[in-house]
């Protein structure tokens, strides 16, 4: 993987990237204070880039570009070069940003045409927010106890019913996918598209400590309708469809989440850098950068793959687990090295290791990883690797 760390195409964006972080950081507490700041800073450009990204080369006239070179955001390789560098200046702001996200790379791999073009044009339009409603309350993310519904009335219409919880942007978005059950097993589990206008739509945020940019929020839907051409896949076997699109769908965008977590630990070693230490923690905080360099490779690896073939999941988990527990760590260590009272005197770091916490319930928490890649182990998914 060092060809890609060292793909100058790559290298251009991260430096930019670095560049852009910078400018997010003094609007960090702003944003944990007020989350609809977020509105008044789309000119910043992480915002802008974010709010580009996952849109298809065939839909977007106007990707960033840097030089001679273009950036669509459609690649998990280009996503954790820009995502580790963006959350090391605030990750509050780079969940926060509209784009397409989640949904996109759903709405990307099961949307016909018309319903590609519906979607993507909107995103490409205006910012635009958008969710991703998977889990539910006391469920989880478990398919087969998924209680949301997708009901067809004689006439041929269709209503959804149910909740769905931690979902990100759920009250600022204009549009989002809601997985829903029509029939009994595996089989039986559809995603839709839903606008936020809809009748019958309900969100509100919930209460966190971390990552508050994101407004993670809690979804009730009450006989929302839904036009027919919005449920996704329609078009494909019901074995292309439902949860094995959901897991795909998280396949290549865990290392962006990893990638996040790197960015977050890095800054926590940054910072306790730059307050002066006492030589007996240089070690301490030496290892901790070794560390963010091999989680790094290890990330780049699993981008690679997912690009490569998105149901290749297992590095990605591999990375997700160890990226959490880096930033968890390190953010942790920064302030006991800076001793009592560090998260009164030290109020960023207070927060980075605030969202650290926040990240580790992203898309899978170390548990969940490590059965994945505990599974790919007995497959013997690594005896290549």
Request: charged share 25%; proline share 5%.
């Amino acid at each position: 993987m060092t060809g890609i760390d060292q793909d100058d195409r790559l290298r251009v964006l991260r430096e930019h990237a670095r560049e852009w972080a910078g400018q997010l950081r003094p609007h960090a507490f702003e944003l944990e204070r007020d989350p609809d700041t977020v509105y008044r800073h789309l000119d910043l450009p992480a915002v802008d880039y974010v709010g580009k990204m996952l849109i298809p080369p065939r839909m977007q006239p106007y990707p960033l570009r840097i030089g001679r070179y273009e950036y669509y955001g459609t690649t998990a390789v280009e996503r954790v070069v820009a995502a580790e560098e963006i959350a090391s200046g605030d990750a509050g702001m780079f969940l926060a940003s509209p784009g397409a996200s989640l949904s996109g790379v759903l709405v990307g791999m099961l949307g016909d045409e018309a319903q590609q073009q519906w979607y993507f044009g909107r995103v490409r339009e205006r910012p635009t927010w958008t969710f991703f409603a998977l889990t539910e309350p006391a469920r989880g993310s478990d398919a087969m106890a998924m209680s949301t519904t997708l009901r067809r009335a004689s006439d041929g219409s269709l209503t959804l019913h149910g909740e769905k919880r931690y979902v990100g942007n759920a009250t600022r978005a204009q549009v989002g996918t809601v997985f829903a059950r029509t029939g009994p097993g595996p089989l039986g589990v559809v995603a839709v598209l839903v606008e936020t206008d809809a009748p019958g739509y309900h969100a509100e945020p919930l209460d966190t400590i971390g990552l508050r940019g994101a407004q993670i929020s809690a979804i009730r839907f009450d006989d929302v309708p839904v036009d027919p051409g919005r449920v996704l896949g329609a078009h494909l076997p019901a074995s292309a469809r439902g949860m094995w699109s959901a897991l795909r769908t998280f396949n290549l965008l865990r290392p962006g989440v990893a990638a996040i977590a790197l960015g977050i630990a890095r800054a926590a070693i940054e910072y306790a850098r730059s307050q002066g230490f006492r030589v007996r923690h240089r070690d301490e905080l030496d290892r901790l950068g070794h560390r963010v360099h091999t989680t790094r490779q290890l990330i780049l690896r699993a981008a690679h793959e997912v690009d490569r073939d998105p149901r290749n999941g297992y590095l990605a988990s591999a990375a997700k687990a160890q990226a959490a527990q880096l930033a968890e760590e390190a953010t942790l260590q920064s302030l006991r090295i800076l001793g009592p009272g560090a998260r009164f005197e030290h109020p960023w770091l207070d927060k980075l290791a605030r969202d650290a916490r926040g990240v580790e319930f992203m898309e899978g928490t170390r548990n969940v990883q490590r059965l994945n890649v505990c599974h790919a182990l007995t497959k013997g998914r690594f005896d290549d690797d």
